[in-house]
């Protein structure tokens, strides 16, 4: 195999790998739906420990998995559970009260079977906490048992008799184990809306919104609902059949195989890395502190002079003599600086220095610059330890990315290398576009051929203008290189990857689906949600009047203000205040002030203040006060009272249409979007029937 495609191989691998995946869904929902998100390690703004109440059908096939207790970490399944009660019913017989008793007995009848089973094959049962469950109570058989939004039949295919159908139990789980990642929270249209995904939800609310609901059951309905939205859009973008057009059918199959060639560079680099001794020999190198002993020229050929002379005779008299004589300016620095603080050029250039050495000339603001290395020393810095692994890792990764390429070119590729060195870019490029004489071939059930046409065909799309200038500056041969590089790492990387079975792990399968997710739920938005979305002059212009106070200055207020610690004293100076009394003739007659200068006081004097800088309380009594009124204010913290002379009222300033007009179209066309979302959900809510299964929370 041609040695050069082999280091270009790697080039493209590394270029691959330092890729990141995109984030796949839109974020422009409008208030009460909300994205899912693929593949981030969203950190909970619950506690980790979290239980959640389910309501959940017994006898429901998608939740069959479902632990219904754990024994030693093992779970017991609510589909064996359900399987147990099916068996009773048949064997027993019973009337409906017997068999609600008989439920509590068939589980701890499988925990205790369970139990004997583990001891007797000695597998170090713990007999302390071994065994967990998370049933609540009884199933019920009435429809007035059901979760919300549930009809008769709780998805999936019903199996049961008829004494079995509507039962449902309450679990209580926690909401981040893994043993209940898959477990339904809801249903759209038959397809399940996951723990796991509800977990991720709630990870994915912001702090402000988790506050304002507080821990409790709103936080989880509110996120779930947002997820049902998103299903319900979806679901309704699948069956207008959105997703099936050939632009979108090869964006989708595009991310399964950059998903698959990531997957398979993050599979073979995983878990290496580098030497720890090659690590602290760059430590070594860039945790240093240096003197510089830098000069500064006008002109670059100046500058070059000096870097002449100074070969035959000591930096440092010739400095000086240039100084002197006025042709550069500069000192000896005895003071010690960080490489990491330097100027990224001249820290690369120190990095090679030792002691003594006389730098190039580097070009900057204040004109030619050049110094000498006075001194260094090591100092310990964990930032810089951290920098210089990071500095190796990202190397040791590229050199491992580039065997790697290296090794699957040799596995797959039949390269014909006689060909390739004949081809020449640069003198026929036209002709060579019709060449169909082949130059590599990738083995497998399917060969893949890459042929000298296939091969110019990828070097001319690469040119935003066209392959012509770049012909003209001889420039298509150093492109080629790139090109077959890239063409053969895409098909050896997918080659390898679904020989290593990568297209069938769960996770792939996960990142795909919520791909097309994203992409159906983008489609909807974009061909049926805002299409609908219509403004007119008039709508505009309705609309900023009707918010005015939304295009305002707000009210500006300037005061003056004594502060008082006893609220007798400030009481006393507020009736003088509104009996018409001078306000300097009050500071000076009246007693109990505190300075000015106090920490804690608040500064209101005599500043022009807007009234929404004010304290939350103050603004409320302070917006209807006019020039003249005085006030009392007793602050909340720091136990201080204030009396509060308004000496100027501005009120609040409307920004003229025309500046405002841009603001107030993007406000309205965002609250006629989210009025139209909001009419598309009540359909599909309504014709799918989502079915909830969350009840609430545990405190």
């Known amino acids: 195999m041609h040695k050069k495609i082999c280091c270009l191989l790697s080039l493209w691998a590394l270029c691959f790998f330092l890729i990141s995946p995109p984030d796949i869904y839109s974020s422009d929902l409008p208030p009460g739906t909300a994205p899912e998100t693929v593949g981030k390690d969203l950190s909970p703004t619950v506690q980790q420990e979290q239980l959640i109440l389910l309501k959940v059908p017994l006898f429901s096939p998608h939740f069959a998995n479902t632990p219904v207790a754990l024994v030693n970490d093992v779970p017991i399944t609510l589909g064996e559970l359900s399987a147990s009660l099916k068996q009773l019913d048949e064997n027993k017989k019973n009337q409906e009260g017997e068999r609600t008793s008989d439920y509590q007995v068939v589980l701890q009848n499988l925990i205790n079977a369970r139990l004997i089973d583990l001891k007797a094959k000695n597998t170090g049962l713990n007999e302390t906490g071994a065994v967990k469950s998370f049933l609540v109570n009884s199933p019920g058989s009435h429809s007035s048992d059901q979760p919300q939004g549930t009809p008769s039949k709780a998805g999936g295919k019903d199996t049961s008799t008829a004494l079995q159908k509507e039962q449902f139990i309450s679990l209580k789980v926690p909401l981040y184990s893994a043993h209940f990642a898959k477990t339904p929270v809801a249903l759209v249209n038959d397809e399940p809306i996951t723990l796991d995904e509800l977990a991720r939800g709630l990870g994915q609310m912001t702090e402000t919104e988790t506050k304002q609901q507080g821990e409790n059951a709103a936080v989880y309905e509110d996120a779930l609902q947002r997820l049902v939205n998103t299903r319900l859009i979806i679901q309704e973008a699948k069956n207008i059949g959105l997703g099936e057009t050939s632009a979108i059918q090869n964006e989708i199959e595009d991310f399964k195989l950059t998903t698959l060639r990531q997957d398979l560079i993050y599979k073979h680099l995983e878990g290496l890395e580098p030497d720890p ?47 002197e004589e006025g042709k550069a300016k500069g000192k000896r620095d005895e003071q010690y600086v960080k490489i990491k603080d330097l100027r990224s050029q001249i820290a690369q250039k120190v990095y090679s220095m030792n002691i003594g050495d006389v730098s190039n000339v580097f070009r900057t603001d204040d004109g030619f610059l050049l110094f000498q290395l006075t ?257 009392l204010y007793e602050a909340p913290e720091g136990n201080f009272y204030y009396v509060l002379l308004i000496e100027d009222v501005y009120p609040p300033e409307p920004e003229p249409f025309e500046k405002a007009r841009n603001a107030a179209a993007k406000a309205l066309f965002e609250m006629k979007r989210k009025q139209i979302v909001d009419d598309w959900l009540s359909k599909l809510a309504e014709f799918y029937a989502p079915q909830i299964f969350l009840t609430g929370m545990d405190r």
């Open 277 to 323: 001794a090659d690590v602290e020999n760059v430590y070594q190198q860039i945790s240093r502190e240096v003197q510089l002993y830098a000069i500064t020229f006008e002109s670059g050929p100046e500058a070059q002079k000096f870097l002449d002379e100074v070969k035959d005779s000591g930096f440092d008299q010739l400095a000086e003599r240039y100084i």
């Open 375 to 631: 001194d260094s020393r090591f100092v310990e810095d964990e930032a810089v330890k951290q920098e210089a692994y990071k500095i190796v890792y990202d190397s040791f990764r590229k050199q491992k990315a580039m065997e790697y390429g290296n090794i699957l070119t040799e596995k797959y590729v039949i390269f014909d290398e006689t060909l390739y060195e004949e081809i020449d870019f640069n003198k026929n490029f036209e002709q060579l576009k019709n060449d169909t004489r082949i130059l590599a071939t990738v083995k497998g059930d399917e060969p893949v051929t890459i042929t000298v046409a296939d091969l110019a065909k990828n070097v001319d799309v690469s040119f935003f203008h066209g392959a012509d200038k770049a012909q003209q500056l001889q420039m298509l041969n150093k492109k080629k290189d790139i090109a077959i590089t890239n063409m053969l790492f895409k098909i050896t990387a997918e080659r390898e990857a679904r020989f290593l079975g990568l297209d069938k792990t769960e996770e792939y399968v996960t990142k795909v689906q919520e791909f097309e997710n994203s992409v159906l739920f983008r489609e909807f938005m974009n061909k049926v949600i805002l299409p609908d979305v219509k403004l007119t002059p008039e709508e505009v212009r309705s609309y900023y009047d009707a918010h005015i106070d939304e295009y305002s200055s707000p009210a500006m207020l300037r005061m003056n203000s004594l502060v008082f610690q006893n609220q007798e004293d400030a009481e006393i100076a507020l009736g003088k205040l509104q009996k018409g009394a001078d306000f300097k003739w009050v500071s000076a007659n009246v007693s109990g002030f505190v300075p000015p200068d106090t920490k804690g006081v608040l500064p209101f004097d005599e500043k022009l203040l807007s009234l929404t800088s004010l304290p939350d309380d103050l603004q409320k009594t302070a917006g209807v006060a006019k020039k003249g009124d005085s006030l």
